[in-house]
T-cell receptor, first 117, second 112 residues
Framework: NAGVTQTPKFQVLKTGQSMTLQCAQDMNHEYMSWYRQDPGMGLRLIHYSVGAGITDQGEVPNGYNVSRSTTEDFPLRLLSAAPSQTSVYFC????????????????FGPGTRLTVL | AQKITQTQPGMFVQEKEAVTLDCTYDTSDPSYGLFWYKQPSSGEMIFLIYQGSYDQQNATEGRYSLNFQKARKSANLVISASQLGDSAMYFCAMRVLRQLTFGSGTQLTVLP
């Protein structure tokens, strides 16, 4: 298994440009999520999905869109990049989608380092 | 809203000694899960240990143990017999329903 893969590893954008960060997992996980990590702030949840066709907002969703057409893929779209979106982005997936199940070890991808000029 | 607080931005420990990393949490939901992750300088997130809010015993995984004090809302990570490879950023996180909330992290440095 490749686990959770993310592309690209690094990206530089100009303000106003759009792009898509790719995330894929081969573990048949229902739950997938996107986080951003800024210095001194830990990871913050952007969007998550509990299955194909179902997405929801996390703590910091503004400026980002997601869709989930397959179990394997969960791309994150930046509609019009801003310098405030400079960050490291992590995708994660886990077994359980049920809110009644507490155990939810998330498997993280290697991250994408995004710089917006 | 859920909140995780890690009050130690940086910690130092001598190799082979034990170290405790502090984590307090706040939630009104009686059902939650607590996690610790390690992030080495290479950047990946590594799952270490999990504690459920209804678990009666403290979780242990090898050299890692979680000191869970429910009444105080604390979930401290204890690393026994520290190794140089333990030098990393450590994050405490809490899951309520479908969302995982992270603390700001503690940078641990193990000294030879």
């Amino acid at each position: 298994n490749a686990g959770v893969t993310q592309t690209p590893k690094f990206q530089v954008l100009k303000t106003g440009q759009s792009m898509t960060l790719q995330c894929a997992q081969d573990m048949n996980h229902e739950y997938m999520s996107w986080y951003r990590q800024d210095p001194g702030m830990g990871l913050r949840l952007i969007h998550y999905s509990v299955g194909a066709g179902i997405t929801d907002q996390g703590e910091v969703p503004n400026g980002y869109n997601v869709s989930r057409s397959t179990t394997e893929d969960f791309p994150l779209r930046l509609l019009s990049a801003a310098p405030s979106q400079t960050s490291v982005y992590f995708c994660a997936s886990s077994y359980s989608k049920s809110s009644g199940s507490l155990y939810n070890e998330q498997f993280f991808g290697p991250g994408t380092r995004l710089t917006v000029l | 809203a859920q909140k995780i607080t890690q009050t130690q931005p940086g910690m130092f420990v001598q190799e082979k000694e034990a170290v405790t990393l502090d984590c307090t949490y706040d939630t009104s939901d009686p059902s939650y899960g607590l996690f610790w992750y390690k992030q080495p300088s290479s950047g990946e997130m590594i799952f270490l240990i999990y504690q459920g809010s209804y678990d009666q015993q403290n979780a242990t995984e090898g050299r890692y143990s979680l000191n869970f004090q429910k009444a105080r809302k604390s979930a401290n990570l204890v690393i026994s017999a520290s190794q140089l490879g333990d030098s990393a950023m450590y994050f405490c996180a809490m899951r309520v329903l479908r969302q995982l909330t992270f603390g700001s992290g503690t940078q641990l440095t193990v000294l030879p």
